[in-house]
């Protein structure tokens, strides 16, 4: 596609329900990224796949926060038991793996976000 | 840890004022980015840019990485310019970024 997208834009949830969100990266983008924003901050990193190995998911805040990419290309970042401090707009970006691009070229595309709020 | 900063933390023009936004960085880089967000959430990419300096329209970056900071100019702001503009670096090479804590802009009529 054109672009990162994103689904759902918006999602409401009450406390201890799952949810999933997911991200449909540029064609051809290999690495993925998810972060997570909270109100009036900027991004935060939650967690990083290069196809479909996680190769990092260091910023996941705890163990109720899971993410996969099986194919490589879609991934669904999902949440159980939701909190209310898991509202936020969770942010997911593409960008070409800088090894296929030929150096050190690594600009990240975010899609348009998915707000979250978990009454 | 890494870290980056932005300033002002808040800025305020005139429509058809110019302003300089700054990013500062811990250490050296390998590829820095701006964006900016706009009212309804979306990260726009504004630049990327290691180093060197870039033009498109009205705005311009320079990254000096020896410096360690980044500086974006706006010139003849409009009020479409309006909403946080934000800086950010990886912390390992092609990997996750680390964001500034941005700069939120208002351009008045």
């Known amino acids: 596609g054109a672009g990162v997208s994103q689904s759902p834009r918006y999602k409401v949830a009450k406390r201890g329900q799952d949810v999933a969100l997911r991200c449909d990266p540029i064609?051809?983008?290999?690495?993925l990224f998810w972060y997570q924003q909270a109100l009036g901050q900027g991004p935060e990193f939650l967690t990083y796949?290069?196809?479909?190995?996680?190769?990092?998911k260091s910023g996941l805040p705890s163990d109720r926060f899971f993410a996969e990419r099986p194919e490589g290309s879609v991934s669904t970042l999902k949440i159980q038991r939701t909190q209310q401090e898991d509202s936020a707009v969770y942010l997911c970006?593409?960008?070409?793996?800088?090894?296929?691009?030929?150096?050190?070229?690594?600009?990240?595309?975010f899609g348009p976000g998915t707000r979250l709020t978990v009454l | 840890g890494i870290q980056v900063e932005q300033s002002p933390p808040d800025l305020i023009l005139q429509e058809g004022a110019n302003s300089t936004l700054r990013c500062n960085f811990s250490d050296s880089v390998n590829n820095l980015q701006w964006f900016h967000q706009n009212p309804w959430g979306q990260l726009i990419n504004l630049f990327y840019i290691p180093s060197g300096t870039k033009q498109n329209g009205r705005l311009s970056a320079t990254t000096v990485a020896t410096e360690r900071y980044s500086l974006l100019y706006i010139s003849s702001s409009q009020t479409t310019d309006s909403g946080v503009y934000f800086c950010?670096?990886?912390?390992?090479?092609?990997?996750?970024?680390?964001f500034g804590p941005g700069t939120r802009l208002s351009v008045l009529p």
């Open positions: 970006a593409s960008s070409l793996d800088w090894l296929a691009g030929g150096g050190s070229y690594n600009e990240q595309f």
């Open positions: 796949f290069q196809n479909e190995a996680q190769l990092d």
């Open positions: 950010a670096r990886p912390i390992n090479y092609g990997q996750n970024f680390v």
């Open positions: 064609s051809g983008h290999v690495s």
